[in-house]
């Protein structure tokens, strides 16, 4: 049953995430180092900072559970 649970939560974020991609194309630039800059769409720069988001908790949260053995 609880895989069922996840499995349905997975799917949910997915297509949130396909939905919002769809919304989102416009382009945007980024402008980093030295002038230089990219243009990207909306929607990927914004699921890059999502999925960095998610690794950056997952790499506390195992340091922490680490520290506490």
């Given at each position: 049953m609880m895989k069922?649970?996840?499995?349905?939560l997975?799917?949910?974020?997915?297509?949130i995430l396909a939905v919002f991609a769809s919304q989102n194309s416009q382009p945007?630039?980024?402008?980093y180092y030295l002038?230089?800059?990219i243009e990207l769409?909306?929607?990927a720069v914004m699921l890059a900072f999502f999925a960095l988001g998610i690794f950056i908790t997952i790499?506390?949260?195992y340091c922490r559970?680490?520290?506490e053995k």
């Open positions: 069922m649970i996840i499995w349905f997975r799917i949910s974020v997915f297509a945007v630039v980024l402008q002038n230089q800059s769409p909306l929607s790499i506390f949260t559970f680490r520290s």
